[in-house]
């Protein structure tokens, strides 16, 4: 599920293979887009709100926002395993993806290709990404309970165990504006802050 605040936009996807676009104050269906390839496991609104990215099995698929056309603008499907998570730098200028073969891409926004710009491996199955407030790190979680911190400036990355005598699977990694504190939720149904 993306929501947008300016218009409300709310859009919802899932197994059935379709994309609805909803009117919040009428929990009306005005748009819907068919996703036949694979349910869809995740979507983000572009920052301009032009663009939606629709994540699933071994592809990323751009949607225009803009217009009422139905097919993708933009394809990216030299990807293996399910993309689980997508987002977009605060700048618009680029687009991260995480998924079931344990990579993180990086995908620039400012140019039309179809292969991303870099890529970190973890290890193991990426369940969720979150950008920094810097919008210079991105911080992964994994199935193995780690959590990766990747400079994408200096290309370093580094792993820290949310819990080294009980690993759980990390499933969400939000941090607040200033980047004073980050909480994770894992799999054992704990919120580490």
């Known amino acids: 599920?993306?929501?947008?605040?300016?218009?409300?936009?709310?859009?919802?996807?899932?197994?059935?293979?379709?994309?609805?676009?909803?009117?919040?104050?009428?929990?009306?269906?005005?748009?819907?887009?068919?996703?036949?390839?694979?349910?869809?496991?995740?979507?983000a609104i572009h920052p301009q709100k032009t663009l939606l990215a629709a994540g699933s099995y071994q592809?990323?698929?751009?949607?225009d926002l803009m217009s009422n056309n139905p097919n993708p603008v933009m394809k990216l499907d030299q990807l293996q395993k399910n993309i689980v998570t997508l987002g977009f730098s605060d700048d618009k200028h680029f687009m991260f993806s995480?998924?079931?073969?344990?990579?993180?891409?990086?995908?620039?926004?400012?140019?039309a290709k179809t292969k991303a710009h870099r890529q970190v491996s973890v290890g193991a199955a990426v369940n969720c990404v979150t950008l920094h407030p810097n919008q210079a790190e991105l911080l992964i979680g994994d199935q193995d309970g780690m959590i990766t911190r990747w400079d994408m400036a200096g290309e370093k990355h580094e792993k820290f165990p949310l819990d080294a005598n009980n690993p759980?699977?990390?499933?969400?990694?939000?941090?607040?504006?200033?980047?004073?504190?980050?909480?994770?939720?894992?799999?054992?149904?704990?919120?580490?802050?």
């Not at 609805?20 to 349910?39: C, G, K, L």
């Not at 995480?98 to 140019?111: N, S």
């Open 98 to 111: 995480g998924g079931e073969d344990h990579c993180v891409r990086i995908w620039d926004m400012r140019a």
């Open 1 to 43: 599920m993306a929501l947008n605040s300016d218009n409300i936009l709310l859009v919802t996807a899932g197994y059935d293979r379709t994309i609805r676009f909803w009117q919040a104050n009428t929990a009306a269906v005005y748009r819907t887009i068919m996703h036949e390839d694979s349910p869809t496991n995740c979507l």
């Open 168 to 193: 759980s699977a990390i499933r969400s990694i939000t941090i607040n504006r200033d980047a004073s504190m980050m909480a994770a939720v894992t799999s054992n149904a704990s919120i580490s802050v």
């Open 59 to 63: 592809h990323i698929k751009m949607y």
